[in-house]
């Protein structure tokens, strides 16, 4: 099954490295590809969703623009110190129209998931949605 809307599952942006007002981090869990979260232009940019519950997931549906390299970590406590890296990913450039990937995670069990955007194909890079599969 997949979520369209981590939001509306409790789930939580509790970090991002940048924010705009005009499009901040918690767009990226609404559902709606049309809103979106915008990094600053430097590298590396991440962000942390917080889970309502210890959630086994299957994989991750990242749809974004410009986005080169993304690491996706996980943990399994309430505390957001310690990761573990679950993949590390080279994404299609896509000209024109959002990168949609879904990324195996092989059903791991996570409290958080941290996304870490190691390179862009531009300055910009922007996420707007994530949703899981479980």
Known sequence: MIDSSLNSLGAKVVVATSGD???PPENIIDGNT???WMSTGMFPQEF???LSALTNIT???VDSYS???LKIEKNTSQDVSH???VTEQE???TEGHLQSN???LNRSSATHLRFIITSGYDHFVSVHRVSVQH
């Open 59 to 61: 994989a991750v549906t």
């Open 83 to 85: 990761f573990e890296l």
């Open 48 to 50: 942390i969703i917080r």
């Open 34 to 36: 049309t809103t979106f």
């Open 67 to 69: 986005v080169k390299c």
């Open 91 to 93: 994404l299609e450039h």
């Open 102 to 104: 879904t990324i195996s």
């Open 21 to 23: 007002e005009n499009h």
